[in-house]
């Protein structure tokens, strides 16, 4: 049975949350039957070792997203094969992160033993990162392995060696004849949220350095934040504008910091404009530009009659994550003002999955106010941002951040949440929709609410399964 429920929420989420009823596996018990003859065949050709990194948002593969159970053979196109016994190289796989057995195979009279899963990420391979999963080899010369779901965006790999003999994994297509002209990159067309940007709207354009930033911007009009003025403003490679310094960390840390900075992150991380894409930013004080933050911000806010008389854009143009030349994520931080009001507002386009740690949203000095957008702090999540909004406008955040009367605060920006459940959970009954709102409360605290958001049931229906 299937039911959706629609819930009155202190914010806007659209979010497609399974709530899985029940049992979890449990691990390292002895298999009741022998896994050699009790198997699932995996035979996806992406999960080999020299298979081309071709990652972008619509066809990386992440196996934390599949739900694993029991024991798995591994083929590349029916050919047996088996993991890897060594690191892989960050990317291949068909994911950001593969995964590899550390270690020899076991032998046949070894029966079912653990074997640690390590996870190749850009610092290193078998470290925090690993996880144990329970192998066997089996007569007739092949393993069994008992997957368990990871947890980064990585994916099982297949071994190279196994599968060098068979020849065409397809690596790289052509995708330019060489008699056609190469034409340059257009950089200024980006998704219809997103305000002009690129060298051809006149940005100014950071230089490709790993975790680099602009230079210091002097600010054309002064930003009020949250009860500060600030005149000046780094965009920093990494995803977020900091105004005091630059900054170059590539890890984020969690909001609320309590820290001693006001920060505003777009999609902080470890981005890498060297590999790929372009950060660029410009501020305007007439034209287009500030018509469209007018309109935009009477529509999400209108009842405060506002003027713009500043606007700053700061573009992340299909920019990669570190040293991954085949990623590409793009958001954009405005900031507005005008008379006494400051905004900010995010715009998301295609944002591509990662395992490094992320963070989007804004901070404060001591954390006086803060917000995080849900789902932002788990990279294999993020590619939601391009579908979430708190103003019901998908891939847009909008936040009053002048510090005034009604802004900032989590319960002013109410709107809704619709979750569909997949459940045998019969919903009419007495006290089993508290239960699930405890639980959808759960996972929206997960995602970075905070804990006293209060969730209410507004309608209760049931739909086909
Ligand atoms: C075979 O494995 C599957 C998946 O783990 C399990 O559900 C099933 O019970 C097993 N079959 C037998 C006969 O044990
Ligand atoms: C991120 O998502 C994965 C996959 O669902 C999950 O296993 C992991 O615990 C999450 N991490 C955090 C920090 O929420
Ligand atoms: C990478 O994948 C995209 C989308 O799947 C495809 O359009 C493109 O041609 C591929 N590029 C290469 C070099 O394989
Ligand atoms: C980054 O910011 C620092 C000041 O914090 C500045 O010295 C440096 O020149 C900036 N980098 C670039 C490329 O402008
Ligand atoms: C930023 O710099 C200004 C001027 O130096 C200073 O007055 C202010 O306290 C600084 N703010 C923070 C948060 O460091
Ligand atoms: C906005 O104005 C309308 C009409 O004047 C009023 O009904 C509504 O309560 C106001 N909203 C807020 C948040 O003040
Ligand atoms: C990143 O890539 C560069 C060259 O592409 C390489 O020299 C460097 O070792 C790589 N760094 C990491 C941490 O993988
Ligand atoms: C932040 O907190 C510290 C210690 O509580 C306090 O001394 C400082 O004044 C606070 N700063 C701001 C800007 O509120
Ligand atoms: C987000 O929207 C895109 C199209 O705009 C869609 O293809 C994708 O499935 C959506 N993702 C989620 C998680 O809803
Ligand atoms: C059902 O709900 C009513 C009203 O909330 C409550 O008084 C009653 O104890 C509940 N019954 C059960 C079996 O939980």
Known sequence: MRFLIFLCVSLLLLINSKIINGQTTVPFTTPSVDPCYNYTSLD??????DYSNNISYYNIMCDNNVEWNGWYRMFYNGQKTQMPESCVSYGMCGTVYPMSLNGPHPQLEDGVVL??????????????TSHPIRVKACPGNYYVYEFVKPMFCGAYCAAEASIQSI???????ERISPTEPITPPITTTGPAV??????????????A????????????SPFLFFGRTYQQIYVNNNGHLTFNQSSSAFVPYSFPARGSQDIIAGLWTNLDNRQRGVVSYQQFTSGNVLTRANRDINTHFPNLTFTASWVFVATWDKVAYFNLTNTETSFQVVLISGGDFSFILMNYGDIAVTGHPVQAGYDTINSTHYFVIPGSINGSFISNLRNSSNVDVPGRWVFRVDGGPGNGIVKNNVVGLRVRLSSFLDLNQNGSAEIVLQQVKQELVKYGLPNNIELKLRKLQKIKP
């Open 167 to 173: 020849p065409s994994v397809s690596t790289t297509t």
């Open 44 to 49: 996806e050709p992406w999960r080999a070792t």
């Open 115 to 128: 074997r640690q899963v390590c996870t190749s990420v850009w610092g290193g391979c078998c470290d925090y």
């Open 209 to 220: 350095v790993d975790d680099g930033n602009s230079s210091v911007i002097q600010l054309l």
């Open 194 to 207: 997103f305000y002009p940007f690129g060298s051809a709207a006149g940005d100014t354009i950071n230089a």
